[in-house]
């Protein structure tokens, strides 16, 4: 079974704090991975993608790959109170290249406190 | 405006009745996607097709069926079959283009589907 794994949080942390979102996958050979934020109620939205190792900046959001751990993370730097939402992890597993299919993890809670 | 678009926003349905989602995007993207979520639950994938005239089942098909004889259209049939539909439906479309730089989706506002 293909798996990506989440902490369900919540996970809380002041204004302006860093806030750490952390993400597992089982398998070895996944090439590309994504993260979602997810208002209630509302439709998942892309915030960043990363699919070779090491860093990827955008504005106050990092995504950080580690494919020999099988991990990865993004940060938030300077957390705001409107960052409060449910984050996805999304890992695509199919190497060969032949879909774009996604396997998405439960998601992290994320309360950011005024 | 480019996008993906769902409609109803809210379904209400009588227990043995079949309803259609409506799915449709104007991204001229080839791929398109249904999703089921569950409160507390992540996406899991019900139908996904990659061209006009083929479609493949997810992980979980059973009670669901679609169709894809347009581009830009993918509607998702719930059929009584599905034992408990009540969910958040969500359809979703990227470019196949076998790059991994293309593979990111993008979702439509969602259904709220209640079995009454």
């Known amino acids: 079974q293909k798996e990506v794994e989440q902490n369900s949080g919540p996970l809380s942390v002041p204004e302006g704090a860093i806030a750490s979102l952390n993400c597992t996958y089982s398998?070895?050979?996944?090439?590309?991975f994504f993260w979602y934020r997810q208002y209630s109620g509302k439709s998942p939205e892309l915030i960043m993608f990363?699919?070779?190792?090491g860093d990827k900046e955008d504005g106050r959001f990092t995504a950080q790959l580690n494919k020999a751990s099988q991990y990865v993370s993004l940060l938030i730097r300077d957390s705001q109170p409107s960052d409060s939402a449910t984050y996805l992890c999304?890992?695509?597993?199919?190497?060969?290249?032949?879909?774009?299919?996604?396997?998405f993890g439960t998601g992290t809670l994320l309360a950011v406190q005024p | 405006d480019g996008g993906i678009t769902q409609s109803p926003k809210y379904l209400f349905r009588k227990e043995g009745q079949n309803v259609t989602l409506s799915c449709e995007q104007n991204l001229n993207h080839d791929a398109m996607y249904w999703y089921r979520q569950d409160p507390g639950q992540g996406l899991r994938l019900i139908y996904y097709?990659?061209?006009?005239?083929?479609?493949q089942k997810g992980d979980i098909a059973e009670g669901y069926s679609v169709s894809r004889e347009k581009k830009e259209s993918f509607p998702l049939t719930v059929t009584s079959a599905q034992k408990n539909p009540t969910a958040f439906y969500l359809c979703?479309?990227?470019?196949?283009?076998?790059?991994?730089?293309?593979?990111?989706?993008?979702f439509g506002p969602g259904t709220r589907l209640t079995v009454l």
């Open positions: 990363i699919y070779s190792n």
């Open positions: 999304a890992v695509n597993m199919d190497y060969g290249g032949a879909t774009n299919k996604l396997i």
């Open positions: 097709s990659q061209i006009v005239n083929d479609f």
């Open positions: 979703a479309s990227s470019i196949s283009s076998g790059r991994i730089v293309d593979n990111e989706q993008f």
């Open positions: 398998d070895r050979g996944s090439q590309s």
